[in-house]
């Protein structure tokens, strides 16, 4: 069975500023799929940013970059310029590549973006 | 595109009670995924209906159940009611069978509180 561990439950960072959000997951499957989703306050989950295990090339997206240690099983999650905006909880998830799609979640860090 | 909307937003049942939460997955997604959000937690996956069929189970009892429908609608139905299911219950939708690993579009839930 696969575990997720976000060691973080909270972090708060003035706006602007860098943050990082840490995940380390444990798994024996070789080629997997790691996510980050955002919920705000809204409830709806919103995906951020995904990472094919088998891709060395950590994935970018605008402001939200990845720091993917697969030998480490680390995923961490880069937040730059951080807004109001970035304001929730940030879960990392993990789906394997075969079998059912489900994923499988951190209990979450809830991020507060200071003013 | 209409995203995944899901009914009611909120509901509060007498424990013993059966409770159905309706969820209309994303406009052309025909996979529709059931998540559990305790308080505090990350979701847990319940289980996935692709083409009416379920396709993958969580670790749920059986008063735990769902129908998918012609139109890729999905319900959630729980007997039974106990404390423990109350919980942010969570839809997700993705286009087709082996999509999800691109990311699911979300619902905002339904806040089931159980007395």
């Known amino acids: 069975a696969q575990t997720v561990t976000q060691s973080q439950p909270e972090m708060s960072v003035q706006e602007a500023e860098t943050v990082t959000l840490s995940c380390t997951y444990d798994?024996?499957?070789?080629?997997?799929?790691l996510f980050w989703y955002k919920q705000p306050p809204s409830r709806q989950m919103i995906l951020v940013i995904r990472?094919?295990?088998?891709?060395?090339q950590n994935a970018t997206e605008n402001r939200f970059s990845v720091n993917f240690q697969k030998a480490a099983k680390s995923f961490s999650l880069k937040i730059s310029d951080s807004q109001l905006g970035d304001t929730a909880m940030y879960f990392c998830?993990?789906?394997?590549?075969?079998?059912?799609?489900?994923?499988?979640f951190g209990t979450g860090t809830r991020l507060t973006i200071i003013p | 595109e209409t995203g995944v909307t899901q009914s009611p937003t909120h509901l509060i049942k007498t424990r013993g009670q059966q409770v159905t939460l309706r969820c209309s997955s994303q406009?052309?997604?025909?996979?529709v995924s059931w998540y559990q959000q305790a308080l505090g937690q990350g979701p847990q996956f319940i289980f996935q209906?692709?083409?009416?069929?379920?396709?993958g189970r969580g670790n749920f009892p059986p008063r735990f159940s769902g129908l998918q429908f012609p139109n890729y609608s999905s319900e959630l139905n729980v007997n039974a009611l106990e404390l423990d299911d109350s919980a942010l219950y969570l839809c997700?939708?993705?286009?087709?069978?082996?999509?999800?690993?691109?990311?699911?579009?979300f619902g905002s839930g339904t806040r089931l509180t159980v007395v």
């Open positions: 997700a939708s993705s286009l087709a069978l082996g999509q999800g690993k691109y990311g699911y579009t």
């Open positions: 798994t024996s499957e070789n080629n997997y799929y």
């Open positions: 990472q094919e295990a088998y891709k060395q």
């Open positions: 998830a993990f789906m394997k590549q075969l079998g059912n799609e489900k994923l499988t």
């Open positions: 406009s052309g997604h025909n996979t």
């Open positions: 209906y692709y083409r009416e069929e379920e396709n």
